[in-house]
């Protein structure tokens, strides 16, 4: 590159300044403010755009099955020769921040920003999901942080030094690396143009694909989903529990439901809400095909139990929201999960909802490993809210497929702990058919097994043969929980001593059946579910008692009362306190899971610093933060 440029200015490489972009920016700045320019709050700032034009690089749409490379901007290869790319009629709209800053063309053509021609319903429709998502206070751009970033850049690395700034955007030396590019393309490939062609679109079909033989307004209905019904299963009985008050807890203040989830079974909907306080309300059931469009045959219901609504069924149904009547316009409507098949899981487990301040990657690993151990095939994670590194384990058992994430949020005010009834009501509607047994336990309890015929729940689960066992009831025994579990793993050793099976092993007295015990249910069986048991049943016993010869839950219980006052006493009247570790078989597989898992996801590969500047140098001629700091250290050393 320095030599191609050598060529270019005759020997005399140009002194790069970045002062006359920086002045123009200034003065730009103070003419019109950036929050003006773009966005303001009631987003007329797109109403009228003006474009820039800049035919690459470009972006594309492609049909997946066809390609078999595609990079960034351009299809690599075609799996028939016959295959061509086309250039598109329409353009991509690029936000760019700096687009001012580039020499290119304004256009004068009409562009049709918005899907209609009705721009101010688009707009009004962007500002009032922008009100929502803020919560009414729009914030404003600032160029702050970038204006600061360049003027530190140029500080610590003076233009002139560098072959290619690529920071800011601001080197002309990018003309320069963009020849020489090409010119090793050329040397390497050295294929004729037509030879190119034929290398990039080397297959050609005469008939498209069959399953791909649909235009962008058409809806498929699965025979699954071709199904009407004019009723819903249950209806006297669901009558008989709200004439009793059977579920009802009226709390908190919503104004509308707050869809959480919608799951499609043989003979009915289920659509669960996070509002808490539309008891009995009378409600239309609202269907939408696969593009979203209502299918206009609405049904009547009742919000019964609490959070709970049950729908008919209606072909193609793909996405379901709920009104109070056929004239308001409802809330965002839902996927619909199918719940057609026989159930693929024999024990699932629901984490009931994850929020606070104590960190949990250590708590998190150890709760799903464990019950890995003991049967369990798939996990529903309810989370409020963790550190960005508790995240990233979840999202590592997102993507294993061992758990599922469900968001617990809406659009009305409660505190982090007040979503536990809306969290249990959905795992128990989002498990029917999904699994033949489901637990509803907390990230600090752990269901043991005492006898020596079952050594985990699912050998226990399989002696259970009597139909009318749903309910599984199990007591519990607390362990003094005296610290916080770590924020971040350091090394093996920090983390075997801080599994909390190894760590807390203080175990009381065993509790009564009504003190706070813990159950494993038949989902769908069950009419009405609370946090510790049934409300109400379908069919079969509502609890049937597991000694605690058989087994029992370890609660974990944290001595320090973050939400809930008198914790700590109900859990020392059942002293005495002895120590009592779990089972050698599972402690050893358990840290041997627990390690690998952890050392998986945060032991993180390093690599040199030249091994990552030379990988920071393909991207433009970035440059890795140690390299900088070594250039600094060896300049302070020269000077």
């Given at each position: 590159m320095e030599d191609t440029a050598q060529k270019i200015f005759n020997g005399a490489m140009p002194t790069f300044s970045s002062k006359p972009y920086d002045t123009l920016q200034k003065c730009v700045r103070?003419?019109?403010p950036v929050e003006?320019?773009?966005?303001?709050?009631?987003?007329?700032?797109?109403?009228?755009?003006?474009?820039?034009?800049?035919a690459w690089p470009s972006k594309y749409v492609f049909n997946a099955s066809v390609i078999d490379i595609a990079q960034v901007h351009v299809p690599d290869s075609f799996t028939d020769s016959l295959m061509i790319s086309k250039n598109a009629d329409g353009a991509l709209l690029h936000f760019r921040y700096d687009a001012e800053s580039k020499n290119l063309t304004t256009t004068e053509k009409p562009y049709r920003f918005f899907p209609d021609d009705n721009h101010s319903t688009h707009i009004k429709n962007m500002e009032n999901t922008a009100q929502k998502i803020f919560n009414g206070v729009m914030p404003k751009f600032s160029s702050k942080p970038y204006d600061t970033l360049q003027e530190c850049v140029n500080k610590i690395m003076k233009s002139e030094e560098k072959i290619c700034v690529s920071t800011g955007g601001l080197s002309t030396s990018e003309v320069v690396h963009y020849i020489n590019l090409n010119d090793k393309v050329v040397k390497k490939v050295g294929k004729s143009k037509k030879e190119a062609t034929s290398l990039y679109n080397s297959h050609f079909n005469e008939k498209e694909d069959s399953?791909?033989?649909?235009?962008?307004?058409?809806?498929?209905?699965?025979?699954?989903?071709?199904?009407?019904?004019?009723?819903?299963p249950n209806q006297e009985r669901h009558k008989e529990w709200a004439e009793e008050n059977l579920g009802i807890r009226k709390y908190l203040y919503h104004n509308s439901f707050a869809l959480l989830g919608a799951f499609v079974y043989t003979d009915q909907i289920i659509v669960t809400l996070t509002a808490e306080n539309q008891f009995n309300n009378t409600v239309y059931c609202r269907y939408y095909d696969c593009r979203r469009r209502e299918i206009p045959d609405q049904f009547e219901s009742v919000v019964n139990p609490e959070s709970t609504v049950f729908c008919a069924r209606r072909p193609g149904a793909k996405y379901i929201s709920i009104s109070k009547n056929l004239e308001e316009v409802p809330e965002y409507s839902i996927p619909i999960v199918p719940r057609i098949q026989k159930p693929p899981h024999y024990f699932t487990v629901c984490m009931a909802t994850l929020y606070g301040d104590e960190p949990k990657f250590l708590q998190i690993v150890d709760f799903i490993e464990y019950y890995k151990l003991q049967g369990a095939t798939f996990f529903h994670?309810?989370?409020?809210?963790?550190?960005?590194?508790?995240?990233?384990?979840?999202?590592?058992?997102?993507?294993?497929?061992?758990?599922?994430?469900?968001?617990?949020h809406?659009?009305?005010?409660?505190?982090?702990?007040?979503?536990?009834?809306a969290q249990i009501n959905d795992c128990h509607h989002r498990n029917k058919y999904f699994s033949k047994w489901t637990s509803v336990?907390?990230?600090d309890e752990r269901m043991e097994m005492r006898s020596d015929s079952y050594k985990t729940i699912t050998s226990f689960l399989d002696s259970v043969t009597d139909p009318n066992i749903v309910n599984l009831h199990f007591k519990v025994q607390w362990i003094i929980k005296t610290d916080n579990t770590p924020a971040r793993y350091e090394n093996e050793k920090q983390l075997i001593e801080e599994m909390v099976f190894h760590k807390y092993q203080n175990l009381s007295q065993v509790g009564?059946?009504?003190?706070?015990?813990?159950?494993?249910?038949?989902?769908?069986?069950?009419?009405?579910?609370?946090?510790?048991?049934?409300?109400?049943?379908?069919?079969?016993m509502r609890r049937s008692l597991v000694n605690e010869s058989i087994g029992v839950v370890r609660h974990y219980r944290n001595v320090q009362q973050r939400v809930f006052a008198g914790a700590l006493d109900r859990m020392m009247i059942h002293a005495p306190f002895s120590i009592s570790p779990i089972a050698q078989w599972i402690d050893n597989l358990l840290t041997e899971t627990i390690l690998k898992r952890v050392k998986w996801v945060y032991d993180v590969v390093d690599v040199t610093c030249d091994q990552k500047q030379r990988i920071y140098q393909i991207h433009g001629g970035l440059n890795a933060s140690c390299?900088?700091?070594?250039?600094?250290?060896k300049n302070n050393l020269a000077a």
């Open positions: 103070k003419i019109i003006d320019k773009v966005c303001r709050t009631n987003f007329s700032g797109v109403a009228s755009p003006k474009f820039k034009i800049l399953l791909f033989d649909f235009k962008s307004s058409e809806c498929q209905i699965e025979d699954w989903n071709n199904v009407y019904t004019d009723s819903i994670i309810y989370l409020r809210n963790v550190t960005d590194y508790d995240r990233v384990l979840l999202d590592d058992y997102v993507r294993t497929g061992d758990i599922e994430i469900i968001k617990m809406d659009h009305h005010w409660r505190d982090d702990f007040m979503w536990h009834n336990i907390d990230v009564s059946f009504w003190n706070q015990p813990k159950c494993i249910i038949r989902p769908e069986k069950i009419g009405i579910m609370t946090i510790h048991a049934p409300l109400a049943t379908y069919s079969g390299w900088l700091e070594q250039q600094h250290e």
